[in-house]
């Protein structure tokens, strides 16, 4: 290697799940392949996102990687659902059993990534300015990596503490005593503010869109239990293989429009039951694409959520109006609607009075001004394509990636793009795994990613690309199955719509719908045709 330039056969950007896994496969297939991180360990989820109650809603046993008998057999699950620190923890075991780290390079953040065509490689620079190149390009960033702040002014003006749920300190953070405002109620903001609120002083919560939230369930795991999972894992695995999303959870094949309204509801009360994302995930199979049959679990998921606020004035700001149950990714909650029964906690409803700027001391909307001590900022991220936005991704001719996706993306398999030559993007836009429980499509998508690499280096063959036919082919499938679902119908990170995004105001599918067996089955014909679709020289 020159001293100023790193040189690599592959280059990985990120060491979250799929990162690791990318390169302990690489690795084992001989290939010098080395990944650079942002952060300054592993785990990429669960390295960033240390906010208060942040938790697993798959089951642990499900979610952890599959690989390797060895760390199923050392690792120990303490909880069904459990929590960053342990999820830390496990990614850290992980990387210490591979001796991942002497293949990665942390804090340092990808600025830049150009295809240079006389080379035929990639040149990645770096925010510090040092670059490496390598003959292929795997990007591992995940698809809820890129936390985004309200478009509120004078942000920058609070001179109290202030933090993003995705970028939360590495020290602990304490709320008792403190007068704490926590802004945005998605999934990260309901798992949050049920944590906060146990000790805080006293805790405002501003909404702008209210979701629906349905109890988590967790447990601890006794020695005992884990024992027995261990012994199953074989058919825990295979059976999220078979599932749709990879979840334990199969939709029932009945049609909640052909039982009884008693029948309905007694199977709609045993799944709000279960744990995780059975009452979601396992329902009549045609609650999220009929809706005579969503309206249906609507009502029965309003009814719960009243009988658990004291105050139904409330209720009614917190139930949505504008979707329906599930056509957002759900939620799950541990007394979240509870904590509104608590004196020390109020409701602001942007809806009726809308944040005009942050202030010194704290905010002030249409009708009133607020003092706090803290600020909590659980406004999410920008979703599936927006950590490709923020590096300089350049194809053939200088084509900016952002410039092609402009009006959404365009993919083949959710793993290549035309005119992106030997870049491959792990859990990328258009992806199965955008829509599931993602370790379980990450391992399918790295070992894709694995053979197809091996396989060209048999056969002595250095550049890879998707033609515009496939591409457009897969974009116009991965929309035509979206298309079935009301989730479609719906404004949200998987149709591609933030409010807290400059240009991300049009509406269209991010993830693959078609669900992972349909998706690993194209992967594998593919595969068989003789990597039909790309362009292989």
């Given at each position: 290697?020159?001293?100023?330039?790193e040189?690599?056969?592959?280059?990985?950007?990120g060491?979250?799940?799929?990162?690791?896994?990318?390169?302990?496969?690489?690795r084992?297939?001989?290939?010098?392949?080395?990944?650079?991180?942002?952060?300054?360990?592993?785990?990429?989820?669960?390295?960033?996102?240390?906010?208060?109650?942040a938790?697993?809603d798959?089951?642990?046993?499900?979610?952890?990687?599959?690989?390797?008998?060895?760390?199923?057999?050392?690792?120990?699950?303490?909880?069904?659902?459990?929590?960053?620190?342990?999820?830390?923890?496990?990614?850290?075991?992980?990387a210490?059993?591979?001796d991942?780290?002497?293949?990665?390079?942390?804090?340092?953040?990808?600025?830049?990534?150009h295809?240079?065509?006389?080379?035929?490689?990639?040149?990645a620079?770096?925010?510090?300015?040092?670059?490496?190149?390598?003959?292929?390009?795997?990007?591992a960033?995940?698809?809820?990596?890129?936390?985004?702040?309200?478009?509120?002014?004078?942000?920058?003006?609070?001179?109290?503490?202030?933090?993003?749920?995705?970028?939360?300190?590495?020290?602990?953070?304490?709320?008792?005593?403190?007068?704490?405002?926590?802004?945005?109620t998605?999934?990260?903001?309901?798992?949050?503010?049920?944590?906060?609120?146990?000790?805080?002083?006293?805790l405002?919560?501003?909404?702008?869109t209210?979701?629906?939230?349905?109890?988590?369930?967790?447990?601890?795991?006794?020695?005992?239990?884990?024992?027995?999972?261990?012994?199953?894992?074989?058919?825990i695995?295979?059976?999220?293989?078979?599932?749709?999303?990879?979840?334990?959870?199969?939709?029932?094949?009945?049609?909640?429009?052909?039982?009884?309204?008693?029948?309905?509801?007694?199977?709609?009360?045993?799944?709000?039951?279960?744990?995780?994302?059975?009452?979601?995930?396992?329902?009549?199979?045609?609650?999220?694409m009929?809706?005579?049959?969503?309206?249906?679990?609507t009502?029965?998921?309003?009814?719960?959520?009243?009988?658990?606020?004291?105050?139904?004035?409330l209720?009614?700001?917190l139930?949505?109006?504008?979707?329906?149950?599930?056509?957002?990714?759900?939620?799950?909650?541990?007394?979240?609607?509870?904590?509104?029964?608590?004196?020390?906690?109020?409701?602001?409803?942007?809806?009726?009075?809308?944040?005009?700027?942050?202030?010194?001391?704290?905010?002030?909307?249409?009708?009133?001004?607020?003092?706090?001590?803290?600020?909590?900022?659980?406004?999410?991220?920008?979703?599936?394509?927006?950590?490709?936005?923020?590096?300089?991704f350049?194809?053939?001719?200088?084509?900016?990636?952002?410039?092609?996706?402009?009006?959404g993306p365009?993919?083949?398999?959710?793993?290549?793009?035309?005119?992106?030559?030997?870049?491959?993007?792990?859990?990328?836009?258009?992806?199965?795994a955008?829509?599931?429980n993602?370790?379980?499509?990450?391992?399918q998508?790295v070992e894709?990613?694995?053979?197809?690499?091996?396989?060209?280096?048999?056969?002595?063959?250095?550049?890879?690309?998707?033609?515009?036919?496939?591409?457009?082919?897969?974009?116009?499938?991965?929309?035509?199955?979206?298309?079935?679902?009301?989730?479609?119908?719906?404004?949200?990170w998987?149709?591609?719509?933030?409010?807290?995004?400059?240009?991300?105001?049009?509406?269209?599918?991010?993830?693959?719908?078609?669900?992972?067996?349909?998706?690993?089955?194209?992967?594998?014909?593919?595969?068989?045709?003789g990597?039909?679709?790309?362009?292989?020289?």
């Amino acid at each position: 290697m020159t001293a100023d330039i790193e040189r690599w056969d592959v280059i990985i950007i990120g060491a979250g799940l799929s990162g690791m896994y990318q390169l302990l496969k690489l690795r084992q297939l001989g290939f010098k392949a080395h990944v650079y991180e942002a952060g300054g360990g592993v785990g990429g989820t669960w390295y960033w996102n240390r906010y208060p109650g942040a938790r697993f809603d798959s089951e642990s046993w499900t979610y952890g990687y599959s690989f390797s008998s060895e760390v199923l057999k050392e690792w120990n699950w303490k909880e069904h659902f459990s929590g960053q620190p342990e999820n830390l923890r496990y990614c850290e075991f992980v990387a210490d059993k591979f001796d991942l780290r002497r293949d990665i390079t942390f804090n340092t953040r990808v600025k830049s990534a150009h295809w240079d065509e006389a080379a035929n490689e990639w040149e990645a620079t770096f925010e510090d300015g040092k670059r490496a190149r390598a003959r292929f390009l795997v990007t591992a960033i995940g698809p809820l990596s890129s936390p985004t702040m309200p478009v509120i002014p004078g942000v920058e003006d609070f001179k109290g503490e202030s933090w993003h749920t995705g970028l939360w300190p590495h020290r602990p953070v304490t709320f008792a005593g403190k007068r704490v405002a926590v802004i945005g109620t998605g999934a990260s903001g309901v798992q949050a503010i049920t944590e906060i609120a146990k000790t805080v002083g006293h805790l405002t919560v501003f909404q702008r869109t209210p979701n629906w939230c349905t109890p988590l369930r967790n447990s601890a795991i006794a020695p005992e239990e884990m024992e027995k999972i261990r012994g199953r894992y074989d058919e825990i695995f295979a059976q999220c293989r078979d599932n749709w999303g990879c979840f334990i959870h199969t939709a029932d094949p009945r049609h909640a429009t052909e039982v009884t309204p008693e029948e309905r509801d007694a199977f709609f009360e045993e799944l709000y039951n279960m744990p995780g994302f059975a009452f979601w995930q396992g329902n009549f199979r045609d609650v999220l694409m009929d809706q005579k049959a969503n309206d249906a679990l609507t009502q029965f998921v309003i009814k719960k959520i009243r009988a658990r606020l004291k105050d139904q004035k409330l209720a009614d700001k917190l139930i949505p109006t504008n979707h329906g149950y599930g056509t957002r990714r759900v939620p799950l909650e541990s007394g979240y609607f509870e904590v509104y029964n608590q004196p020390n906690v109020k409701l602001v409803d942007l809806r009726e009075t809308p944040i005009e700027r942050i202030t010194e001391k704290g905010l002030k909307t249409s009708d009133a001004e607020y003092e706090f001590d803290m600020i909590i900022y659980a406004t999410g991220f920008d979703a599936i394509t927006g950590a490709f936005d923020r590096i300089d991704f350049r194809g053939r001719n200088g084509e900016k990636l952002r410039d092609k996706w402009a009006d959404g993306p365009h993919t083949y398999l959710g793993m290549n793009v035309a005119g992106f030559p030997n870049m491959l993007t792990l859990v990328g836009p258009h992806n199965a795994a955008t829509f599931c429980n993602l370790p379980r499509c990450i391992e399918q998508n790295v070992e894709f990613v694995s053979d197809l690499l091996e396989h060209m280096r048999d056969k002595g063959l250095t550049r890879i690309e998707a033609t515009p036919d496939a591409e457009e082919t897969w974009t116009a499938h991965v929309h035509d199955t979206a298309s079935r679902l009301l989730l479609t119908k719906v404004d949200s990170w998987m149709t591609g719509v933030n409010k807290n995004v400059a240009g991300r105001q049009k509406r269209t599918f991010m993830a693959y719908a078609g669900g992972a067996p349909k998706y690993r089955q194209k992967c594998e014909e593919i595969v068989a045709n003789g990597y039909e679709g790309f362009a292989l020289t």
